[in-house]
């Protein structure tokens, strides 16, 4: 029988999940273990993969135990040879990709013992879009990617159908703080998609170079990629090249605090800015909210879709919350999107 969060996942019809935690000891990983085990109650074909490495053994500011991910009898395995070597899972060798890490190359493997696991995977969406794809061709009926958030790649629309953020006590010195940066980040995420011409112009414009300028001439929009020969030196050629008619600024890359400074300063109501998606927003809330205050706007050419938000009321350093007072913030804070405490079993979402 599935309940809660899991039945969510499952009714709304996403087949991989990104989980995104907002630092380190949020419970990221209880909830990719979660996921795991009920999963596994209800004979679910899995697939396991890491955007990057987090699978520390222990905790370097608090010198505890960090959870492992436990892997399923059957599960599909995706990690480094270091970490398929070291797992105490027995897993079976599927093949070897054409992906590496520090930690050796990146494998495909089938878990014939149930066990714990450390999840290796390689940082980019490309590599991770062709893994995710590979474990779907061998038999998953569900994709759970681990993440984190200065890991955003497993979180891009591009590669995964859901995403579930990750909060805690962790965050921040008080729950104000927490609850704010939370709402950051989900606000963030939910940003906008674009639509219609100017959205077909932005793409084209990113077809054609690393970022693009949208020109309004006589109601007509006109199109000037921006080709830099280093890709992150693009942000700023984009800005060199505004002009009074520029409607939209499209960044083939991230969008900083920087470009906001220089957006500002250029325009007393600023044109739009267009990212591919919300990974790509590597933003102070201090900034984005000047921004929009100045009339600003940032859009999106594909839309993350948040699942849900899970909470960790504790930290390993000792603050911690009471755990009903604590969901019962988040959910007020966070409405209408479903929050669970998935060790306190309650939540929103019936």
């Not at 070291?86 to 066990?115: C, I, N, W």
Request: some cysteine.
């Amino acid at each position: 029988m599935m309940t809660g969060l899991d039945k969510l996942i499952i009714t709304a019809g996403y087949s991989s999940i990104a989980i995104v935690g907002m630092t380190k000891n949020v419970g990221k990983t209880v909830t990719f273990n979660y996921l795991v085990e009920t999963f596994e109650k209800n004979a679910v074909a899995l697939g396991l993969i890491s955007a990057g490495y987090d699978g520390e053994r222990f905790d370097r500011l608090t010198l505890k135990d960090k959870p492992r991910i436990y892997a399923p009898k059957g599960a599909l395995v995706v990690t480094a040879k270091a970490c398929f070597d070291a797992a105490a899972a027995e897993l079976e060798l599927l093949e070897s990709s054409s992906f590496s890490t520090p930690l050796g190359a990146v494998l495909l493997a089938r878990v014939k013992q149930a066990g714990l696991v450390e999840l290796a995977g390689p940082g980019s969406v490309f590599a991770l879009s062709k893994l995710v794809a590979k474990m779907f061709d061998y038999g998953a009926g569900y994709v759970l990617v681990d993440g984190a958030i200065n890991r955003l790649a497993s979180a891009s629309p591009l590669l995964t159908d859901g995403t579930i953020l990750a909060t805690g006590a962790a965050l921040g010195p008080t729950m104000d703080d927490v609850i704010k940066k939370t709402v950051f980040r989900c606000n963030l995420f939910m940003a906008s998609a674009l639509e219609g011409e100017m959205a077909e112009a932005a793409r084209s414009g990113l077809e054609a170079g690393n970022a693009a300028l949208l020109h309004r001439d006589d109601c007509a929009l006109r199109i000037e990629p921006v080709k830099a020969t280093i890709p992150l030196l693009a942000g700023a050629q984009l800005i060199d090249r505004c002009l009074r008619e520029t409607e939209a600024l499209v960044f083939g890359g991230a969008l900083v605090d920087k470009n906001l400074i220089e957006v500002m300063e250029l325009y007393p109501i600023p044109p739009i800015l267009i990212v591919k998606d919300a990974t790509r927003l590597f933003i102070s809330p201090e900034l984005y909210y000047r921004f929009i205050n100045q009339g600003g706007n940032i859009k999106v050419l594909d839309r993350i879709n948040l699942v849900a938000i899970t909470l960790n009321p504790t930290d390993p350093c000792g603050r911690g919350y009471d755990p009903q007072m604590f969901l019962e913030r988040m959910e007020e804070a966070l409405s209408p999107y479903p929050v669970f405490d998935l060790v306190f079993e309650t939540s929103n979402y019936r």
